[in-house]
């Protein structure tokens, strides 16, 4: 029954080159991609030679200037691609998501002098990026943190430590957060870092249930000096830098939630064409092509969602609403799709030997980074409503 078999997503792309570029990245993920994915996650190894691939072939900087190494793509095109990395592998698309965050204040709010030494490594040079905001104690109230940035001479000194940082301890430079004034969300500033500065130093990764091939780890920064010239912006400009960096942050959440999503419901839709019980395919009977059409559903609701995010942002339109809803319902339908995936498959959803419970534990966390959906749902209150009440 080929007429059943998943097919690839028809995508609306606003012109020939981003077909092409859609085109290369299907081919790079079948290729290189999603035939080592389970076996890699399993091992907890993280593909370094595939986000070489991905900066050779002009993949890590999508939505920047071409000028300094980017592709010059809107985020239409760019959220797409990443959909398509997160169906072959989560660990490559969130990391593609989470290398333009950490690119995000450079690109935004460095000077040209600063964009002109940095952006082309950080873009298209092999380097990757990290972001660096969460602490141990200060997630979700992140103006709380309390790493310091001291004054000294023409320079800072950074300590203190981050947490949860994906690629926490290979990255080649972070976008750090840092306190150099009074206490809230204005006495913080931003700063690019080496990687290979004194004093930076990675713990060990986090033992998750899911992507485990993504390192999850505290960076510490044991009186790092960096000069002037890597501070990003003004002094206590840094908490709206990271804001506006996490806008854009959680549409690259909601495609790679759909693009997980997508593939949960590929491998349902495999396996129910060829599965047979009571002497016909499973897919056959209406119980499970109900579920099958409510997921297929939901997917396309959230694509359209965050597409219509990206869309506004394109345009030069406030979309931090938009971009609110779309990391909330995209990430929902991740969990519910990947958990009906699992209930299709049956038993065999439930064992390593199929791709659909890995899904499931990768969805998850898609709930929690960058603002858990209970902080995306304070965050479209307040557009709605105003401020809480204090």
Same mark, same amino acid.
């Given at each position: 029954?080929?007429?059943?078999?998943?097919?690839?997503?028809?995508?609306?792309?606003?012109?020939?080159?981003?077909?092409?570029?859609?085109?290369?990245?299907?081919?790079?993920?079948?290729?290189?991609?999603?035939?080592?994915?389970?076996? *890699?996650?399993?091992?907890?190894?993280?593909?370094?030679?595939?986000?070489?691939?991905?900066?050779?072939?002009?993949?890590? $900087?999508?939505?920047?200037?071409?000028?300094?190494?980017?592709?010059?793509?809107?985020?239409?095109?760019?959220?797409?691609?990443?959909?398509?990395?997160? =169906?072959?592998?989560?660990?490559?698309?969130? $990391?593609?998501?989470?290398?333009?965050?950490?690119?995000?204040?450079?690109?935004?709010?460095?000077?040209?002098?600063?964009?002109?030494?940095?952006?082309?490594?950080?873009?298209?040079?092999?380097?990757?990026?990290?972001?660096?905001?969460?602490?141990?104690?200060?997630?979700?109230?992140?103006?709380?943190?309390?790493?310091?940035?001291?004054?000294?001479?023409?320079?800072?000194?950074?300590?203190?430590?981050?947490?949860?940082?994906?690629? @926490?301890?290979?990255?080649?430079?972070?976008?750090?957060?840092?306190?150099?004034?009074?206490?809230?969300?204005?006495?913080?500033?931003?700063?690019?870092?080496?990687?290979?500065?004194? @004093?930076?130093? $990675?713990?060990?990764?986090?033992?998750?249930?899911?992507?485990?091939?993504?390192?999850?780890?505290?960076?510490?920064?044991?009186?790092?000096?960096? @000069?002037?010239?890597?501070?990003?912006?003004?002094?206590?400009? @840094?908490?709206?830098?990271?804001?506006?960096?996490?806008?854009?942050?959680?549409?690259?959440?909601?495609?790679?939630?759909?693009?997980?999503?997508?593939?949960?419901?590929?491998?349902?839709?495999?396996?129910?064409? *060829?599965?047979?019980?009571?002497?016909?395919?499973?897919?056959?009977?209406?119980?499970?092509?109900?579920?099958?059409?409510?997921?297929?559903?939901?997917?396309?609701?959230?694509?359209?969602?965050?597409?219509?995010?990206?869309?506004?942002?394109?345009?030069?339109?406030?979309? =931090?609403?938009?971009?609110?809803?779309?990391?909330?319902?995209?990430?929902?339908?991740?969990?519910?799709?990947?958990?009906?995936?699992?209930?299709?498959?049956?038993?065999?959803?439930?064992?390593?030997?199929?791709?659909? *419970?890995?899904?499931?534990?990768?969805?998850?966390?898609?709930?929690?980074?960058?603002?858990?959906?209970?902080?995306?749902?304070?965050?479209?209150?307040?557009?709605?409503?105003?401020?809480?009440?204090?």
């Amino acid at each position: 029954m080929p007429d059943r078999a998943p097919q690839p997503v028809d995508r609306q792309l606003p012109t020939d080159e981003a077909r092409d570029l859609i085109s290369l990245v299907r081919d790079i993920a079948q290729r290189e991609i999603a035939p080592k994915a389970a076996e *890699e996650e399993d091992a907890g190894r993280f593909p370094r030679e595939v986000f070489t691939l991905l900066s050779e072939s002009g993949l890590l $900087g999508l939505p920047y200037d071409a000028e300094y190494g980017g592709g010059d793509q809107p985020y239409e095109v760019y959220l797409q691609v990443l959909e398509e990395l997160a =169906a072959a592998r989560l660990t490559v698309g969130l $990391g593609v998501s989470v290398h333009t965050l950490a690119s995000y204040a450079l690109a935004a709010h460095g000077t040209k002098e600063q964009q002109v030494e940095h952006l082309p490594a950080m873009l298209g040079g092999g380097l990757l990026g990290a972001y660096c905001l969460s602490e141990p104690h200060s997630g979700s109230d992140a103006a709380a943190l309390r790493t310091k940035a001291v004054r000294d001479g023409d320079g800072w000194v950074i300590t203190g430590t981050k947490a949860w940082i994906t690629h @926490g301890g290979i990255a080649d430079f972070y976008t750090v957060m840092a306190r150099t004034g009074e206490e809230g969300p204005r006495g913080i500033t931003a700063f690019l870092v080496p990687g290979d500065a004194p @004093g930076v130093s $990675g713990a060990a990764p986090e033992k998750k249930m899911g992507m485990k091939g993504s390192p999850t780890a505290q960076v510490h920064f044991d009186g790092v000096r960096v @000069g002037d010239e890597r501070r990003i912006g003004e002094e206590g400009q @840094g908490f709206a830098i990271a804001l506006a960096a996490l806008d854009s942050g959680r549409l690259g959440i909601a495609a790679c939630a759909i693009g997980l999503a997508q593939a949960a419901l590929d491998e349902a839709l495999r396996y129910a064409t *060829e599965r047979r019980q009571f002497g016909r395919a499973i897919v056959d009977f209406q119980g499970l092509r109900f579920m099958l059409a409510d997921m297929a559903t939901q997917i396309e609701a959230g694509r359209a969602l965050y597409l219509a995010a990206a869309r506004r942002r394109d345009a030069g339109l406030p979309f =931090a609403r938009q971009a609110a809803m779309a990391k909330l319902h995209c990430t929902d339908t991740a969990m519910k799709v990947t958990t009906d995936a699992v209930q299709i498959l049956g038993g065999y959803g439930y064992t390593a030997d199929f791709p659909v *419970e890995r899904y499931m534990r990768e969805a998850k966390v898609l709930q929690i980074v960058e603002g858990t959906n209970q902080i995306q749902r304070m965050v479209i209150a307040r557009h709605l409503a105003g401020p809480e009440a204090r």
